[in-house]
């Protein structure tokens, strides 16, 4: 092999510091196992919530309630998860070694309890009031559990991965995630089939028993970051940045210069406050998206004469193209930076509820989700991306949790304006206003984010090598926490 050593091509030889001797068998380092159950848990993971998730509004219908009562099976969940991520993500950024035991501690749980959910129909025959009621007081006691782990399970996997290939990790990930989802919504699909109660109760224990094997599949992750380069080291991660680096940038902005890849000026929006910038047209987004949500599934078996299992084949189509489009999303994302795909495939998501308004029919359902599973696997994944990079790794659970909080407090009161504005004006013309809504919100992040949209994936990161500095010299300033707020 030469003098190839630590330069070699290839993520396995540059994170490693020694070669294995001659004969002998190569073992996977820690973190390279860590990656590997991460990759495991996302998989049954992605199958317990698509057995039980899109569902949840079947069974309220099933089970005697109407478009109020889905409306807050969709909103109190999302309330709670959300609001609860800022005190959960305070305490995993100052107790960073309770990271692992935070995501164990409310994923266990939240995904156990589908099993309360499969027997409680038998707990109240006959009331469909109490057992609505009981419905929504066990979502939310889940939502809880699962605001106790993203913010710790988001810190750890900003640890566990770099940027530079990040987005092709969570593509590859996302993939056999959506290929177990993909299963697990189209066979709940025939379940639900099999009539109230008997076929909820089959696909919510069967929610609660791979997510039950998804958290075991969670305990052998590491709690600790990958091994990447510190200052000095040989090591570098895979990289095809052209052009001044992240580290000259650096210097520059300390010197009070500004390079042209980074795009914009003194004063540009996303340079100064990227974070904040993000999180706010992320709220006015998710109001608009979960503006008509809780009126899809009404609108499905009431409008279009639609059948459970053709609402999982539904399901399943959104799924199946979401698996087609992670590998071409994930090397956009790895070339082009979060943002660039943000403004593309949101731009493809606006006119999903366009396409709802046209629909004649459940099978037309099937073929425009084909078009939404598509655009939805790149913002998607972008989301996690983008929202990685302009948050650094000291706060970023905390910054997690108060991003998490906004957006779940718009996607509460999303469906609940948009099930009062139906009454109204019936459930077209919301999802009418929910497609202009996204346009705005669109709209809104592009023109902030223009000056990490225009030097391409060099000028991005540059952009926050910058803003970065900034904020480091306004806290030597005194002048407080700078451009990460």
């Given at each position: 092999m030469g003098r190839r050593g630590a330069g070699q091509t290839g993520l396995s030889r540059r994170v490693d510091d020694t070669r294995p001797a001659a004969g002998r068998r190569r073992r996977a380092s820690p973190w390279r196992r860590s990656l590997g159950w991460s990759t495991?848990?996302?998989?049954?993971?992605?199958?317990?919530?698509?057995?039980?998730?899109p569902y949840v509004g079947l069974f309220v219908l099933a089970a005697g309630g109407g478009p109020p009562e889905v409306s807050l099976a969709a909103a109190v969940p999302a309330l709670v998860a959300n609001l609860l991520q800022v005190p959960f993500g305070w305490v995993a950024d100052r107790r960073p070694a309770l990271r692992k035991a935070l995501w164990l501690a409310g994923s266990l749980p939240s995904r156990l309890l589908w099993a309360a959910?499969?027997?409680?129909?038998?707990?109240?025959?006959?009331?469909?009031?109490?057992?609505?009621?009981?419905?929504?007081?066990?979502?939310?006691?889940?939502?809880?559990?699962?605001?106790?782990?993203?913010?710790?399970?988001?810190?750890?996997?900003?640890?566990?991965?770099?940027?530079?290939?990040?987005?092709?990790?969570?593509?590859?990930?996302?993939?056999?995630?959506?290929?177990?989802?993909?299963?697990?919504?189209?066979?709940?699909?025939?379940?639900?089939?099999?009539g109230y109660p008997r076929g909820y109760a089959w696909l919510f224990g069967a929610a609660a028993l791979t997510g039950l094997l998804a958290s075991l599949a969670a305990v052998p992750v590491q709690g600790q970051p990958g091994p990447w380069p510190g200052p000095g080291s040989r090591l570098r991660p895979p990289s095809r940045q052209t052009g001044p680096s992240v580290a000259g940038a650096d210097r520059a902005a300390r010197a009070g210069a500004v390079h042209p890849a980074a795009g914009g000026g003194p004063g540009a929006p996303a340079l100064q406050r990227p974070f904040t910038w993000f999180a706010a047209t992320s709220v006015l987004w998710n109001f608009a998206v979960n503006l008509p949500v809780p009126l899809f599934p009404v609108h499905f078996t009431r409008q279009l004469h639609g059948t459970p299992a053709q609402w999982g084949l539904a399901n399943g189509?959104?799924?199946?193209?979401?698996?087609?489009?992670?590998?071409?999303?994930?090397?956009?994302?790895?070339?082009?930076?979060?943002?660039?795909?943000?403004?593309?495939?949101?731009?493809?998501?606006?006119?999903?509820?366009?396409?709802?308004?046209?629909?004649?029919?459940?099978?037309?359902?099937?073929a425009l989700n084909l078009y939404a599973g598509y655009a939805w696997a790149g913002y998607n994944l972008a989301v996690l991306h983008h929202l990685l990079e302009v948050t650094p790794r000291e706060g970023r659970a905390s910054r997690v949790g108060m991003f998490n909080m906004g957006v779940g407090v718009a996607s509460a009161a999303g469906p609940l304006v948009g099930t009062w504005l139906a009454g109204y004006t019936g459930m077209v013309p919301v999802m009418l206003v929910s497609a202009a809504l996204r346009a705005a919100a669109l709209g809104l992040f592009v023109w902030g984010a223009r000056g990490l949209l225009w030097g391409g994936r060099a000028g991005f990161y540059n952009a926050l090598a910058l803003a970065r500095a900034g904020g480091r010299a306004a806290k030597r300033a005194g002048g407080g926490p700078g451009c990460w707020i």
């Open positions: 495991l848990e996302g998989t049954l993971g992605a199958a317990s919530d698509n057995l039980a998730l959910l499969a027997v409680l129909p038998w707990w109240w025959p006959g009331h469909p009031q109490g057992l609505i009621r009981w419905f929504l007081i066990l979502l939310a006691l889940r939502a809880a559990c699962v605001a106790a782990a993203t913010p710790a399970w988001t810190s750890l996997l900003a640890d566990l991965t770099h940027r530079r290939w990040r987005g092709a990790y969570l593509a590859w990930r996302n993939v056999l995630a959506n290929l177990t989802a993909l299963a697990g919504t189209v066979a709940a699909g025939y379940l639900a089939e099999l189509a959104t799924i199946l193209t979401t698996i087609l489009g992670q590998r071409a999303w994930g090397r956009r994302l790895d070339r082009q930076g979060g943002a660039a795909v943000l403004a593309v495939s949101g731009a493809a998501c606006s006119l999903v509820p366009v396409l709802w308004a046209l629909a004649p029919g459940p099978w037309w359902v099937v």
